[in-house]
T-cell receptor
Framework: KAGVTQTPRYLIKTRGQQVTLSCSPI?????VSWYQQTPGQGLQFLFE???????NKGNFPGRFSGRQFSNSRSEMNVSTLELGDSALYLC????????????FGPGTRLLVL | QQQVKQSPQSLIVQKGGISIINCAYE??????FPWYQQFPGKGPALLIA?????SEKKEGRFTISFNKSAKQFSLHIMDSQPGDSATYFC???????????FGTGTQLKVEL
């Protein structure tokens, strides 16, 4: 079974631009969560989508948004990029029920200049 | 507000030794405690997880010890191997378990 895939793997943007990252979950998984990983703040939860609905949300500004499609693929968007948005963005998928393992993708490394 | 505190930040262990990483949490509503292993350039991978109704769980060389009254849990890696050299994260979640709060990570190096 194929793992979680994320595209693109690397991205360079400038301040003020917007970016869209994509995540394809493991087949059959209905939950997709997004995390931001930085050296300073560590791993932080952004949001979770389950069956096309946002089910959980972290403490990030409204510039960070996401959506999920009927095939469970998910995208996250960051508008008006800031230097501090430079990070590894990780997507994780699971079946969506309690205690089910979240499987992480390799991440998209975003650099904002 | 850091809800899960992890220590040590880095750890060097000799091959065959025991690696111990500790975490403490504040939110008593947490009811799912996984440990993840991350290698450079890769996403985190689940190692082992525990729920608060169990005090210990063992899977192969990995053991979680859980102390509900102290709000602490730890990962023990027995017979540590160079291939175990990675960054380890503890985490905690409530309810559905998909909103993970991570510790700050421990960089483990196992020397020959």
């Amino acid at each position: 079974k194929a793992g979680v895939t994320q595209t693109p793997r690397y991205l360079i943007k400038t301040r003020g631009q917007q970016v869209t990252l994509s995540c394809s979950p493991i087949s059959g998984h209905r939950s997709v969560s997004w995390y931001q990983q930085t050296p300073g703040q560590g791993l932080q939860f952004l949001f979770e989508y389950f069956s096309e609905t946002q089910r959980n949300k972290g403490n990030f500004p409204g510039r960070f948004s996401g959506r999920q499609f009927s095939n469970s693929r998910s995208e996250m968007n960051v508008s008006t990029l800031e230097l501090g948005d430079s990070a590894l963005y990780l997507c994780a998928s699971s079946l969506g029920t309690f205690g089910e393992t979240q499987y992480f993708g390799p991440g998209t490394r975003l650099l904002v200049l | 507000q850091q809800q899960v505190k992890q220590s040590p930040q880095s750890l060097i262990v000799q091959k065959g030794g025991i690696s111990i990483i500790n975490c403490a949490y504040e939110n008593t509503a947490f009811d799912y405690f996984p440990w993840y292993q991350q290698f450079p350039g890769k996403g985190p991978a689940l190692l082992i997880a525990i729920r608060p109704d169990v005090s210990e769980k063992k899977e192969g060389r990995f053991t979680i010890s859980f102390n509900k009254s102290a709000k602490q849990f730890s990962l023990h890696i027995m017979d540590s191997q160079p291939g175990d050299s990675a960054t380890y994260f503890c985490a905690a979640a409530t309810g559905g378990g998909n909103k993970l709060t991570f510790g700050t990570g421990t960089q483990l190096k196992v020397e020959l």
